[in-house]
């Protein structure tokens, strides 16, 4: 307690001011000691004087002062080296006063080692110059109770990226580490992996968020973004097991962030055979202490896309083989864990469903072909339809650029954070990617060189 804290701070300041006090007490007796070889010498000064003058050399003069006058072997060097100025009467008067007034120190020192009292009287004298000179107000405040303090209290704020690889291994960068490089460059080695390793997900999100991962078979775990290790660029990470629960078949397929709980918020999740589910964000609060089964499907199909929507937000669906549909997630009706959800969009032979997006707020569609190509196109183009539609052209796939990937609602301002199946990373500005026409086939976005692009990440702008 503060009682018991002060005490201790008493009894080593004690301890530190007796312990110089005996250091000073013992230069003065050591110097008052001099004094007094130097006032014997005063007093007689003409021998003094006439024993050097006989001697033949310093040894002898000095051994002729010791005997004559009774003198210690340190005064009679002392009086050896004193100049003859010294002998002046105003430098004779000077030391006299020295030994005088050190006489009196000696006298202190000795009575506050003797006497406690006037030890704890200078130490609180020396307490009251240091308040006197270093003092200034309070700044703590003192409370009848311990406010709680949470651990994001003392966690900075800041934007990082999240990397996942197949085998497992995470980490999350901060986003200053990944700098602007432009469209159509090498990229930059964003995670060293192992030959039979390849980088799966790219997440950007923030230190006090929450992430959610999802399963391939729809079961979820919840966990606070701070909790992941951070590791420098072209680290590995630790693997994901340190983090979370996983059996040891289960595959990521979604990292959702989630940087509040709003009740009215959903979960709108999207699979690869077409089917769309929304439920309650309320539903997987209690996944931060367990997983829970999210969605209940075929072992034919799997989740792709998990979205946190907020009501009346607009979903975008886009198929591997180029088409996509845009309607309103209210169309989808809200559902409990157990179930599989309803169609969101009519897939054609060979086809399936390979990502999906908000678009509400956002000015244009970005989509990301397999082959490092990229197509930006006016929102505006993709009408709204209803669920369960064929959808409509959104980017033209041939050889050139492959199958789509990706796609991401995008404004003017945003940036684009690409990643290979090496570690690749390449980040660059949305507006480097001119705008087409709907149905067109894009332009390069990156030198793959034999890789294929794995992960994309949006910086909003502002971020």
Not at 215 to 232: C, M, N, Q, S, Y
Not at 385 to 407: M, T, W
Not at 408 to 433: N, Q, S
């Amino acid at each position: 307690n503060l009682k018991e804290m002060l005490r201790h701070f008493v009894e080593f300041r004690k301890e530190v001011v007796r312990r110089r006090t005996e250091f000073e007490l013992g230069n003065a007796l050591e110097r008052v000691h001099i004094l007094e070889g130097l006032k014997r010498a005063l007093e007689h000064i003409d021998e003094v004087i006439e024993a050097v003058r006989r001697s033949k050399n310093r040894e002898e003069a000095r051994l002729a002062l010791v005997s004559r006058f009774s003198l210690s072997d340190k005064q009679a060097a002392s009086i050896l080296e004193m100049r003859l100025q010294r002998l002046t009467s105003l430098e004779r008067q000077k030391i006299l006063e020295e030994h005088d007034a050190t006489t009196k120190e000696i006298e202190r020192l000795k009575g506050i080692l003797e006497d406690e009292g006037r030890l704890l009287e200078l130490i609180k004298a020396e307490l009251l110059e240091v308040r006197k000179v270093y003092g200034d107000g309070r700044r703590t405040e003192i409370v009848e109770e311990m406010p709680e303090i949470r651990i994001e209290d003392m966690i900075k704020d800041e934007k990082v990226v999240i990397v996942l690889s197949r085998r497992g291994y995470i980490k999350r960068v901060p986003l200053s580490q990944v700098r602007h490089q432009g469209r159509g460059g090498k990229g930059k080695m964003g995670i060293i992996l192992k030959e039979d390793d390849s980088l799966e997900h790219v997440c950007l999100t923030s230190t006090l968020s929450s992430l959610l991962f999802l399963t391939l078979d729809g079961r979820a775990f919840l966990t606070k973004v701070h909790l992941i290790p951070e590791a420098p660029l072209t680290a590995k990470g630790r693997h994901i097991s340190a983090i979370l629960n996983l059996k040891s078949d289960e595959t990521i397929s979604a990292l959702v962030p989630l940087e509040d709980f709003p009740g009215s918020s959903h979960l709108f999740m999207v699979t690869k055979k077409g089917f769309v589910k929304r439920l309650s964000v309320d539903a997987v609060r209690k996944a931060k202490k367990k997983a829970l089964k999210l969605v209940r499907m075929p072992e034919e199909d799997r989740v792709v896309s998990c979205l946190f929507t907020k009501g009346k937000d607009e979903i975008m669906i886009v198929t591997r083989r180029g088409l996509s549909i845009r309607f309103c997630e209210d169309k989808v009706r809200e559902m409990g864990r157990g179930t599989y959800g309803v169609r969101g969009i009519s897939l054609g032979e060979g086809d399936e469903v390979v990502c999906a997006d908000v678009v509400s707020g956002k000015e244009d569609v970005f989509t990301v072909t397999e082959r490092g190509y990229g197509k930006r196109a006016p929102l505006s183009e993709y009408r709204v339809q209803g669920r369960a539609g064929k959808g409509i052209r959104n980017i033209l796939c041939k050889e050139k650029n492959g199958p789509v990937l990706f796609v991401r609602g995008v404004r003017r301002g945003d940036e684009v954070i690409l990643a290979t199946e090496k570690g690749r990373l390449i980040r660059f500005r949305i507006e480097e990617i001119p705008l087409q026409k709907r149905g067109g086939i894009g332009v390069k976005l990156m030198d793959l060189r034999g890789e294929r692009i794995t992960g994309m990440g949006i910086i909003g702008n502002g971020a």
